[in-house]
């Protein structure tokens, strides 16, 4: 046992090196111990000093040399052995082996004391498993073209192989570095394990406390279950597999400028920290499934950043969750999966591009989503997703102003709060069907080459704008939808036939309170359309898919629902056009019960009578809508009667006498004539002034029913003049 200097015994420190094979070689004393380290390997052979010698001349150098005894640059040294030792010194002076030449160092389940130097050093295999390092190891430059294995070994102090070469297998599984690390510009040729590593750092707060920067990774680089404090690989090439399965970054990560030229898997990786993935280039696919980009919670940065990065294969964020994120000018050249994937705050793709599938399948986005300028080559796919918004109050909750989707968009039952998808162009089908929209809407879309067609089948959308461009208008299909105050305009201003390009069916225009949809801004179009809206222009050879088929008795529902949402308004002269409209498809209806021989003949008879009364109501009075024409119909309905008076013979015969028909032109034959109306007008009034009256039996059933006629008609005069002053 040795001294430590305070009278206690040290039952850790190495013992003396042997008897010496002669005087010049190893002697006692440090000095001497250190003249044999510095003799040439044939040197030593030539002085009969063996591995075994230098060995033990090592250990007296560390355990009781000064700063000069210490110095041993240049050295070169056999396999040194410090297995199960307590390496310490006399005092804190580093071993000082900057260029030296180590064939091997082994130093398991040691605990090594003091600083270590080993820059530009060449060392073979490097074994420390198990071993508790409490100083720093200083190795910037060096070379380990062996193995270097540290399972389970502690680090407590700096630790530096900035410039470094590992040609053989680098493996620090389970080991823990509790102060700053560096591989800054390392390049590890052989593979690369750290599984279940914790690189904490401790001496600072705010920079990086473990730095691979520039590192080059050339084989399978194995990061699984590894714990980081602040970390950087900027600029590192990962050549093979980068694998960070289930790694947790405590602190801010940055891999700003990486390259991954093969499989990047951070699958369930956490970064609590801020984290950087910005101009990284993906040259493989890449995995972030489950993947947690907490974020510090900052106001001014972005909590992960991936902006403009590329990813050259197929990239997986399925089930991923972030905070304030942007993927701004990102490429995304492979599938994109974000099936299912959460951004609890801001998310923006502004200027991306995606040259394969983009899937975002039920993503939720609770704050803002900025998709502006972004490429979609191939199919986009939201289906399901929810945008909530509500971070501010200025922009737009979710915006796709000026995307160019070059194939199908996929909104199918979207959850949208409010959204901006002007000078939007589209490619392919777009579907946004049984899609939200709870607040807001800004749509203006045009086709990039063919006639587009936008699904709004059973959409709901509350409020906002659908504007047609200035060329190539756009079709939107409405059947089922729930329309709320949506403002329907022409970027041109040619507003004459914007409905062309509406198609209403069973179209919900009451549904939101206080939100109706107003038909008054069109009534020019559709005074000159007749007042339909159940159908749009189609282009030459078009076969859609339509949602309901347009039978009379769906077309009368919808315009059910249009005078329904006229009323809501206040608007009475457009809800009584489509009141008439409604009617005239319910005539349609019945009359094609009546034609259906699978019905019962009651139920047939029921509907003949209902067509009937329809028609009748409709060429008298026009539902109502029409006082002028029952008008006119009350003034000259007893003009009908008057030539079966005149010319119907004796059945017919009346005290206002008969004629023939050569004589209608005479003097004597006008006069009759004149005789014959005013009993006509006499019976239909029932003023009945006695001097005249019916003769034949059919001359008396027909003065009946003018009187009865005359009721109607009068009725229906009142009716249709308080509908119209309703107006």
């Known amino acids: 046992m040795t001294d430590r200097g305070d009278g206690s015994p040290d039952s850790g420190a190495v013992e003396a090196p042997g008897a010496a094979a002669d005087a010049g070689q190893a002697g006692d ?76 160092l082994s130093a398991t389940f040691a605990t090594v004391r003091l600083p270590i130097r080993l820059d530009e050093a060449t060392l073979g295999d490097v074994t420390l498993d198990e071993a508790h390092v409490e100083e720093a190891i200083l190795a910037d430059g060096a070379t380990v073209t062996g193995d270097f294995e540290a399972f389970e070994a502690t680090f407590a102090g700096d630790v ?30 052989g593979v690369a394990e750290a599984r279940g590593a914790e690189f904490y750092g ?39 597999e980068a694998d960070f399965q289930e790694a947790r970054f405590d602190g801010d990560a940055e891999f700003d400028e990486a390259v991954f030229e093969g499989f990047a898997d951070f699958d369930e990786a956490r970064f609590d920290g801020d984290t950087g993935f910005a101009d990284v280039a993906f040259e493989g696919d890449a995995d972030f499934r489950g993947a947690a980009f907490s974020g510090r919670e900052r106001a001014l940065d972005e909590d992960v950043t991936f902006e403009r990065s590329t990813f050259a294969g197929d990239v997986d964020f399925r089930h991923a969750r972030f905070r304030f994120v942007s993927f701004g000018e990102v490429a995304f050249e492979g599938v994109a999966h974000f099936e299912e994937a959460e951004f609890d705050a801001d998310a923006t793709f502004a200027g991306a591009t995606f040259a394969a599938e983009a899937d975002f399948d039920e993503t939720r986005f609770r704050e803002d989503a900025d998709f502006s300028g972004v490429e979609f080559t191939a199919r ?47 490619g392919g089908e777009i579907d946004f069907s049984g ?90 179009y559709l005074d000159r359309n007749a007042w339909a809206i159940h159908e749009f222009h189609e282009p030459p050879d078009a076969d859609p898919d339509y949602a309901l088929e347009m039978t009379p008795e769906v077309i009368e529902t919808t315009y059910l629902k249009a005078k329904q949402s006229a009323a809501a308004v206040g608007d009475m002269k457009v809800a009584g056009e489509f009141r008439v409209k409604r009617q005239q498809f319910s005539r349609k209806e019945n009359l094609r019960v009546v034609r259906d021989s699978s019905q019962d003949l009651w139920t047939r008879v029921k509907n ?16 109502g809508m029409r006082p002028i024409r029952i008008g006119f119909a009350f003034v000259l309905a007893p003009l009908l009667y008057v030539p079966l008076y005149a010319f119907g013979g004796g059945p017919f015969r009346t005290a206002a006498g008969q004629l023939s028909a050569a004589e209608a032109f005479t003097a004597e034959g006008l006069a009759t004539l004149f005789e014959v109306a005013r009993f006509s007008y006499i019976s239909y009034t029932t003023i009945g002034y006695g001097f005249l009256g019916p003769e034949g039996r059919a001359a008396e059933v027909l003065a009946a029913s003018e009187a009865y006629l005359s009721v109607v008609l009068s009725a229906l005069l009142v009716y249709a003049l308080v509908k119209r002053s309703e107006m």
């Open 608 to 623: 003949f009578g209902r067509a009937a009364e329809n028609y009748f109501l409709g060429v008298t009075c026009g539902h």
């Open 435 to 524: 899609a939200r929209f709870s607040e807001r809407i800004d749509f203006e879309a045009s086709q990039v080459e063919g006639d587009a067609w936008v699904d709004f089948t059973r959409a709901k959308i509350r409020s906002g704008e659908i504007a047609q461009p200035a060329d190539d208008w756009v079709r939107y299909d409405l059947t089922l939808a729930s329309l709320g105050d949506v403002d329907l305009v022409a970027a041109d201003g040619d507003h004459r036939r914007l409905l062309d390009f509406f198609r209403f069916c069973r179209t919900e225009f009451t549904e939101f309170d206080g939100h109706e949809f107003d038909f008054s801004g069109h009534r020019q």
């Open 202 to 240: 401790a001496s600072n707060l705010l920079d990086d406390n473990t730095s691979f920067t520039g590192a080059t990774f050339a084989d399978l680089a194995d990061f699984r279950q590894t714990t980081f404090g602040f970390t950087h690989f900027e600029r590192a090439t990962f050549a093979g």
């Open 29 to 104: 004393g440090p000095a001497a111990a250190a003249a044999v380290l510095h003799l040439s390997p044939d040197e030593r052979a030539e002085r009969g000093v063996d591995d075994d010698d230098v060995r033990e001349a090592f250990l007296t150098v560390v355990r009781e040399g000064d700063a000069e005894a210490k110095d041993l640059r240049g050295v070169e040294l056999p396999a040194i052995e410090l297995d199960r030792l307590t390496v310490e010194g006399a005092d804190r002076h580093p071993v000082d082996l900057r260029g030296a030449t180590v064939e091997s």
């Open 380 to 426: 986009a796919v939201f289906r399901g997703a929810e945008f909530s918004g509500g971070a501010n109050f200025l922009e737009d909750d979710l915006t796709f102003e000026a995307a160019h989707f070059g194939a199908d968009a996929d909104f199918h039952n979207a959850e949208i709060t409010s959204a901006n998808f002007v000078d939007t162009a589209f």
């Open 160 to 189: 530096e192989f900035e410039g470094a070469t590992f040609e053989g297998r680098f493996d620090v599984d389970e080991s823990t570095f509790t102060n700053d690390v560096s591989f800054d510009g390392a390049t590890f040729e």
